[in-house]
């Protein structure tokens, strides 16, 4: 009776230095990538870490970088990482959509190495809440079209993500989605490919 209260200690001891070692979402992460490496999914994914603020500044122009809030070096690195895991993985990207402000294309371009296809629909949402019914209602289509080849990838904006699907990710975070048609999807669940 002794040793089996020892042994049942000791297991307990060992799961508890093993989810230590290795992350809780670590098999499901993997499950998502092996997901991935399939094809069909849509892939949203928030721009990578800027300089520091919220929303834009005062007279911030889509056509001009250098009204806006950009990624800074922490991001652009980040970027990076995110292309790399997705070559490492095998995961195939078919068609490449980003939010026409700057910090999403330069975070497309850096992690997938080509010019994304602008859409508005992928616009930001931050402290415009009276464009999100509508831009809802113009992502959904897109979402839920299975890709003609690999992936589709959209890069956007925290607040544009949350108001589709209702998660809030991390910079550089993926949301990953399966498309049903019909203005309807599935969350597959959420990744992260930089490292801390």
């Known amino acids: ?104 294309t330069e975070t497309a371009k850096l992690a997938f190495g080509k010019d994304p296809e602008l859409s508005p629909a992928l616009g930001n949402l931050f402290g415009r809440p009276e464009l999100a019914a509508r831009q809802v209602a113009e992502l959904k289509p897109l979402v839920s079209q299975p890709p003609a080849g690999g992936n589709t990838v959209m890069v956007s904006h925290g607040s544009t993500i949350a108001a589709l699907t209702g998660i809030s990710p991390g910079t550089a975070e993926m949301v990953v989605l399966t498309p049903q048609g019909g203005g309807r999807f599935t969350v597959a669940g959420r990744l992260s490919a930089h490292k801390p």
């Open 1 to 104: 009776m002794m040793n089996l209260s020892r042994t049942t200690r000791l297991l307990a001891l060992l799961a508890a230095f093993a989810a230590l070692a290795w992350p809780p979402f670590t098999l499901a992460d993997e499950a998502l990538w092996s997901l991935l490496k399939g094809g069909g999914q849509v892939i949203l994914i928030r721009h990578a870490l800027t300089t520091p603020g919220v929303g834009d500044p005062e007279g911030m122009t889509l056509g001009d970088c250098s009204t806006q809030r950009n990624l800074n070096d922490e991001g652009r690195a980040h970027a990076r990482q995110l292309g790399d895991a997705f070559r490492t993985r095998g995961v195939a990207v078919g068609k490449l959509l980003s939010s026409p402000w700057c910090r999403c």
